[in-house]
């Protein structure tokens, strides 16, 4: 480990080098790409300086307790000694975690799509509950938020939200709530008090930069049309909600939250992007047989992966097997649990893949 762990360190001094450099700073591809690089390996060399302290700390612990003759000396020696050898013990296996190999797109921004799916008006109140709770959580991270899209339901939440989400590493706390949402309830629109099952869908996409994909304008049909929800005098006036499709692949993308035509083209495109990144990613997965089938889910969007009972407060994750009974909280934002333990479950099937490599 110490080895790998120097070959960062150097690898880290390299790139501290490199972005000064003005070829570098030039080259903003380039740029982008090496500080992601530089910030990631920040990390793990702070961790790393502190581990090579508590070690340097113990030898000389040990040297005291070997040569010392004065026996108080010893004694406190031996006193640090027992409280460092847990220090070093527990860094190891930080620095082990950190050695994971992690996802590319872990520390991209995203855009969420929310959708209504079985259960009519319910689904729709569901999925407007779900795009709350996600907010929430991602106000108590200190993440930025904006709507794209947004189709209203007949009896409130939505039939379909599109909403981008920007901070740190705000992929990898959420790309494991792509997948299908199941809500048990009593809907307040049943006049009977009969439970019903609800469901709505949750996909999570990397929001990609421009040099991730490269996307040919000739290939987009652009149409404009007249925003048709909520924003202001501008609805139903001016055409400035935007469509865009991708000819190639049939994808499409719209937005209209904007009363600036430019703004809802740019948002739309981000959509699209993100869309076509995600397909392409998921086909050379195919092709080299590399997709990865965990119990944290294969990316599958038909995967039904936790249920919100409300008559016995339970939320549970199927994947993980996790059950908390706490649900107010969690639709209010508290899904930072789920969040950990679906993270942990990674990590440790990453660990199991890299033991199996070895």
Known sequence: MLDKLEAINQRFEEVS??????????????????????KDLDKIVVEYKKYLNILSN???AKQVISTE???DFREMAKEELDELIPQRDAMEDALKELLIPKDPNDSKDIIMEIRAGAGGDEASIFAGDLYRMYIRFAEKMGW???????????SGGYKEIIVGMQGEDVYGKLKFESGVHRVQRVPATETQGRIHTSVASVVVLPEVEEFDIELDMNDIRKDLFCSSGPGGQSVNTTYSAVRLTHLPTGLVAQCQDQKSQLKNFDKALAVLRSRI??????????EEGAQRKSMVGGGD?????RTYNYPQGRVTDHRIGYTVYNLPSVMDGGIENFVEELRIAENAERLKEGATAE
């Open 277 to 286: 990144y995600e397909q392409e990613l998921a086909k050379k997965n195919e």
């Open 301 to 305: 969007r038909s995967d039904k992966i």
């Open 144 to 154: 930025r938020t904006e709507l794209i899209d947004a189709t209203e339901g007949t």
């Open 17 to 38: 080098q490199l972005l000064i450099q003005p070829d570098v700073v030039s080259d903003m591809k380039k740029y982008k790409a090496l500080n992601k690089e530089y």
């Open 58 to 60: 113990i030898d000389n």
């Open 69 to 71: 003759k004065d026996e």
